[in-house]
C-alpha cells in the first residue's frame, strides 16, 4: 500500500505538477526564499513577490546587507510582517555561517524556519529524506487513510509526520514532496476535491466510507477579538507626521500616521473618540475620511476610522513621531491597513 502511495503520487506529479520558477533551480536561497514567501501567501501572488526579491536582491548577501525599512517595503501587501524580519535575520546568519545550511537542523536554526519550512529546503535543494507536513499533507493523508486525529494537536502532529516520513521514498524526497503539496493543493482540495479523477481513489479509506468532508478535523481554537483603532493623517506645510509602531504587537517595525493613545484599545470606542476629535478640532480643520474600515487578521478584527487633520502649525506629538514630506511616506513600509488610509487621503 505504501510503496504504491508514493509511485502513484509520483505518477501524477509528473503529469499535474506546477512549473515554479524556484522549482527550477537547486539555489537553497532562492527555495528558500519561495518558501517563506508562501507560508500564509497563496502562490498566485507570492510568484510576483519572489521573482521582485530574486531581482532586487539575488544572493542571499545581498539581502544580509538591505536596511530592514528596504525589506519590510519590499514587502508590503503580503502581511505577517514577522515573515519578512524573520528573513532579513537569517540572511545575516547564513552570511556569518559562510555559507547556506545543509542539514535540516542547521536549516532548522534559522530564524522563522519550522519543520516544514526545514524540510522543504533540506529535501528540495540537498536532496535530504524529510518529509514535509503541511495542510496539503494533512489533508491528503487523513483522507486517504481515513485518520480522524485532530491535526492541530501535538499527538496529530506526531502521527502525520511519521506517516509522511514513513511514505516518502529516500531517493525522491524532493519529488515526493513537491508532488504532495500539489496533490492537495490541485486534486485533493478543502472544498470539493476532484474524487472522480482521483488516482488513489480506489484505496481513499475516506472515500470509501463517505467522510471526505469531514476529514481533516480539527479542534476549534482562539476566539476571535475585535480591536478599535483611530488614525489621524495629519497635512502641515507639506509635511505628514509617522512613527514605528514597536514591539509585541501588530506590524512591529512598521510605519503610521498619528494613532492617539487614547483610542488604543479602548473599551468605550465612540466615547473615546469623541473626546479624541473634539480635542483635535482645536488645532485646525479635522475631516472624517472613512468609518468603520474593516481589516481581518488571523485573530482579531480590527475596525478603524479614518481621519484628515490639516493645520498650519505642527501638533506636539509624542516624541517617537517623525515629520516627513507628504510625497515621501512611499519609501516607508507600512501595513495594509495605512495603505487604505493612504488610498483615502488622496482621493
Not at 141 to 152: A, H, K, M
Not at 188 to 211: D, I, M, N, W
Not at 306 to 321: H, I, K, N
Amino acid at each position: 500500500m505504501h510503496h504504491s502511495f508514493a509511485t502513484i503520487l509520483l505518477q501524477w506529479f509528473h503529469k499535474n505538477g506546477r512549473q515554479l520558477p524556484w522549482r527550477e533551480t537547486r539555489d537553497p536561497y532562492a527555495i528558500w526564499l519561495s518558501e517563506v514567501i508562501l507560508q500564509q501567501t497563496r502562490i498566485q501572488q507570492g510568484q510576483a513577490y519572489w521573482e521582485r526579491f530574486m531581482q532586487r536582491w539575488p544572493h542571499v548577501e545581498d539581502l544580509a546587507n538591505a536596511t530592514e525599512d528596504e525589506v519590510l517595503r519590499m514587502w508590503q501587501g503580503l502581511g505577517y510582517y514577522s515573515r519578512a524580519r524573520n528573513l532579513h535575520t537569517a540572511a545575516r546568519q547564513i552570511v556569518a555561517l559562510g555559507h547556506f545550511p545543509d542539514t535540516f537542523e542547521e536549516i532548522k536554526r534559522l530564524k522563522g524556519v519550522g519543520d516544514y519550512t526545514a524540510a522543504a529546503i533540506a529535501s528540495i535543494a540537498f536532496d535530504l529524506p524529510e518529509a514535509v507536513v503541511d495542510g496539503n499533507v494533512y489533508r491528503v493523508l487523513s483522507r486517504f487513510f481515513g485518520i480522524d486525529t485532530p491535526i492541530n494537536t501535538t499527538e496529530g502532529k506526531h502521527t502525520f509526520t511519521a506517516l509522511a516520513n514513513d511514505l516518502l521514498p529516500k531517493r525522491e524526497a524532493s519529488a515526493f514532496n513537491q508532488a504532495m503539496m500539489d496533490f492537495g493543493a490541485i486534486q485533493c482540495t478543502p472544498q470539493s476535491p476532484r474524487c472522480e479523477l482521483c488516482p488513489l481513489a480506489e484505496s481513499c479509506v475516506a472515500l470509501r466510507e463517505g467522510r471526505v468532508n469531514e476529514l481533516p478535523v480539527k479542534l476549534k481554537t482562539l476566539k476571535v477579538k475585535t480591536r478599535h483603532l483611530l488614525y489621524i493623517y495629519v497635512r502641515c506645510n507639506g509635511q505628514t507626521a509617522i512613527h514605528r509602531r514597536g514591539e509585541g504587537d501588530i506590524w512591529q517595525g512598521l510605519w503610521e500616521p498619528w494613532a492617539p493613545a487614547d483610542m488604543q484599545d479602548c473599551g468605550q470606542p465612540d466615547e473615546c473618540e469623541a473626546k479624541v476629535v473634539s480635542q483635535f478640532a482645536k488645532l485646525g480643520k479635522l475631516r472624517l475620511l472613512k468609518r468603520n474600515v474593516k481589516h481581518i487578521l488571523t485573530h482579531r478584527v480590527l475596525l478603524a476610522d479614518f481621519y484628515l487633520l490639516e493645520c498650519d502649525e505642527r501638533p506636539s506629538l509624542p516624541a517617537d513621531y517623525i515629520w516627513i514630506p507628504e510625497a515621501d511616506i512611499d519609501q516607508y513600509g507600512v501595513p495594509r491597513l495605512v495603505e487604505l488610509l493612504l488610498e483615502e487621503v488622496a482621493k
